[in-house]
């Protein structure tokens, strides 16, 4: 193998950047991987099409996390420590398939614009869990909710049967089944003149801003600039995430055991506990889990592992990190068992009644607290768990896109405070898109078609580092930099078994985009193609794009630009004993005069 430097190719050689920094303690890599699984978009509004299974839905994660999960994250983590670089400049692996570094940083971004939802939420009711009655209250709604309206809640129905039309009951006495609505869902909707939210869909509906929720925006942008000028460096950063997550965890496992009393709770964990027919359907649930625990962008395992110091063993990190992704996933969804079953337990006792509990983790569950011995404090710890979890997310993201724009790009590493704060400041005023009646109904939609992306991203990285990269120059770098052998059977389960399985996932994701697809607005539909669909041509384009910059017959260029350029540790000590390991010494000479030149 000729190991090819930028110069060979006719392009600027890769610099390292010296105050990139690195974390505090190797824990903190393991704290922001398990932030990654607070992307509760997983428990909202699509919940009903994956995740209405108990824990025996779960199971098939516990196959796919030894058969590609860990695998693939020692990839992701394999290539971001041995290059000291995000997961665009981690790309020279392969310089042919950089683009997949580029979309990987678009879907990211793309998310941030939708996601600022899940944070603005929790803050609209944490800032009015301060009122003396809380305005979705049985009692508090009396302020606000037309009492003579036709729809139905469950603070104003004794019995299921009590409005039923005379000529229906007549006509049909022996089924009637009636919809009862959630306070707290309820005001949600009275921030938007006109909203049904998840049914009622109207094409001709006008759009809706609610300022109420631009301002949530902002002061949520507000807050992430604010932790981006506090906690810049590296170390700090990774200090705060550690601490987030800790905390986002402590207070939700806190709000667990006080959910334990509600009326309903053990009937909701003895039903998530226990097997049912619909759980032989979990196999969607766990793809999207598992596509989760990358993030949100794809590329953030490869950009957070790239703080780790040269020989951190990412392999045991791997395990862990899985193992605590599925913890969270479970305490989550007891959580939304308990709550579910708390309104089959306090609505009518009648087979005849349905709560329309929508996005119960984050709404629905504010109509719960209400109820509760100190309604208000309560209110507040639960939506501060959510907030925090968004939060992470959110910030994570940001963190990962940053980094990698600053290894790609050496010209923007002078100017850190104005790329990050226009970076937030752009993603801000996008975002108002979604303080909109429209906006707020078909999020979900763009988070499906992440299914779809996430999956095309997994074969591609397969196929560079297992087949153009190799097997055998993998399991090499592997060995070197952990000093421990990567076994031959979990590259032949890569090579072989993970890409029939993805490809059934991508299957799923396609068909389950296409089905929210057709219920969304066509606005909605537009969005997903220039954010999610169109970006993944940029991958051959930007193949192309490199192919054509190289010089040769069309064959010299396909395989120059498939060779790894600039492919070494950046440290210069554990460089020479890559060269030294390797044993080439033509490389030696290259490498040798490519730093003399740069420095």
């Not at 006080?258 to 766990?286: E, N, Q, V, Y």
Request: hydrophobic share 45%.
């Amino acid at each position: 193998m000729v190991y090819e430097t930028s110069y060979g190719t006719g392009q600027k050689p890769f610099t390292p950047d010296p105050n990139r920094g690195m974390w505090e303690k190797p824990s903190d890599y393991i704290f922001a991987c398990f932030g990654l699984a607070l992307k509760l978009d997983l428990f909202s509004a699509s919940y009903w099409f994956f995740f209405d299974m108990g824990i025996f839905s779960m199971m098939p994660y516990f196959i796919y996390m030894v058969i590609y999960l860990v695998p693939i994250l020692v990839i992701h983590s394999f290539m971001g420590q041995f290059s000291s670089s995000g997961f665009i400049s981690a790309f020279r692996l392969s310089p042919f398939f950089k683009g997949m570094g580029y979309v990987s940083g678009f879907l990211a971004i793309s998310m941030l614009i939708y996601y600022s939802i899940f944070a603005a939420v929790p803050l609209l009711f944490m800032i009015n869990s301060f009122r003396p009655t809380l305005p979705w209250s049985c009692e508090g709604m009396k302020s606000w909710y037309n009492q003579s309206s036709d729809t139905s809640t469950i603070c104003n129905v004794t019995d299921g049967r009590e409005s039923l039309d005379s000529d229906y009951s007549e006509y049909n006495s022996s089924f009637y089944l009636k919809m009862l609505e959630v306070p707290s869902v309820l005001y949600f909707q009275s921030h938007f003149e006109s909203m049904e939210y998840m049914y009622g869909y109207e094409e001709d509906k006008d759009y809706d801003l609610s300022w109420h929720f631009v301002g949530y925006f902002v002061l949520i942008w507000g807050i992430i600039a604010l932790i981006f000028y506090k906690f810049s460096e590296t170390a700090k950063f990774g200090k705060l995430i550690r601490y987030m997550v800790l905390g986002t965890l402590g207070l939700l496992v806190v709000c667990f055991v006080r959910f334990l009393f509600l009326p309903g709770a053990m009937k909701g964990l003895l039903r998530f506990a226990t097997p049912h027919d619909r759980d032989m359907m979990g196999m969607a649930s766990t793809f999207v889990m598992v596509l989760h625990a990358f993030g949100a962008g794809w590329g953030s395992v490869i950009t957070l592992s790239s703080f780790n110091k040269f020989q951190t063993n990412i392999m045991s990190y791997s395990w862990i990190i899985s193992f605590g992704q599925i913890f969270i996933y479970i305490l989550f969804g007891m959580v939304n068992f308990m709550l579910e079953y708390y309104f089959q337990e306090v609505k009518v006792a009648s087979y005849d009644t349905h709560v329309m509990s929508h996005w119960m983790l984050f709404l629905s569950s504010a109509s719960v607290m209400a109820s509760m011995e100190f309604a208000n404090l309560w209110t507040f710890i639960y939506y501060t768990m959510l907030l925090m979890a968004s939060l992470t997310v959110m910030i994570t993201q940001i963190f990962t896109i940053l980094q990698s724009l600053f290894d790609e790009f050496e010209q923007l590493r002078g100017r850190k405070q104005e790329v990050t704060f226009g970076l937030i400041g752009g993603l801000a005023l996008c975002s108002f898109i979604f303080c909109t009646n429209d906006g707020v109904s078909y999020f979900s939609a763009l988070s499906l078609d992440a299914i779809f992306s996430h999956s095309v991203l997994h074969l591609l990285l397969l196929l560079v580092v297992l087949w153009i990269y190799g097997r055998e120059r993998f399991q090499r770098d592997i060995e070197f930099m952990l000093r421990q052998p990567f076994a031959s059977w979990k590259v032949f389960i890569l090579r072989f078994m993970s890409p029939f399985i993805l490809g059934i996932c991508l299957l799923a994701g396609l068909s389950a985009a296409i089905f929210e697809h057709s219920y969304s607005s066509m606005v909605v539909l537009v969005m997903a193609i220039f954010l999610l669909g169109l970006p993944l041509l940029f991958i051959p384009g930007y193949g192309l794009y490199y192919l054509y910059q190289s010089s040769g017959t069309f064959c010299e260029r396909f395989r120059r630009t498939c060779r790894p350029t600039d492919w070494y540790p950046v440290d210069m000590e554990d460089r020479q004993r890559y060269e030294e390991f390797v044993g080439n010494t033509e490389m030696t000479h290259q490498l040798f005069e490519v730093t003399e030149e740069v420095n």
